[in-house]
């Protein structure tokens, strides 16, 4: 088994939005918009037929493990707190068995190559994950987080 980074395809809607649902986050209705952007990126896991474990997957499927959506941002658009951000994340997920194993940081990396400056907006309860990946991070009046990576 390994992991790829890469670009969403159409193909790989419904994988996204499965995803995104399972970790109860909002589906942005301009997903197939997004896509087609390139503002969505998956990880993905290619099995080799051996690695199945049921035998209902053939060989070189792809299994989308996490998801992460971008809003794009242009320079000095300050309509957020920092202004100026070339991307926001509006969603990233990972799907329960996977998490721990540095998917969705290799999702926000792989954004970050990507993009100038990063920004997101979480609840407290993951800010060890965006810390870890050297997010500045302040606190907004509504309880939740802001973070900015350049």
């Known amino acids: ?52 474990e049921d035998g209902s997957e053939t060989e070189g499927d792809h299994l989308v493990l996490g998801a992460l959506v971008l809003l794009p ?29 540095g998917v969705g940081a290799a999702l926000v990396r792989t954004a970050a190559e990507r993009h100038d400056r990063l920004t997101a907006a979480f609840d407290p309860d993951v800010r060890p994950f965006y810390e870890s990946l050297g997010f500045v991070i302040a606190e907004r009046e509504d309880g939740r987080l802001w973070g900015s990576l350049e």
Not at 26 to 35: A, F, N, T, Y
Not at 81 to 88: D, F, L, V
Request: charged share 40%; with cysteine; aromatic share 2%.
């Open 1 to 52: 088994m390994s992991v790829t980074v890469r670009e969403a395809t159409p193909g790989d809607r419904l994988g996204v939005r499965r995803v995104l649902d399972a970790a109860m986050l909002e589906v942005c209705e301009d997903l197939p918009e997004r896509i087609e952007a390139g503002d969505v990126l998956v990880a993905e896991e290619v099995r080799d037929e051996s690695e199945t």
């Open 73 to 101: 941002r242009e320079r000095g658009d300050r309509s957020d707190s920092e202004g100026g951000a070339n991307a926001h994340i509006h969603a990233v997920a990972v799907r329960r068995a996977r998490r721990g194993w």
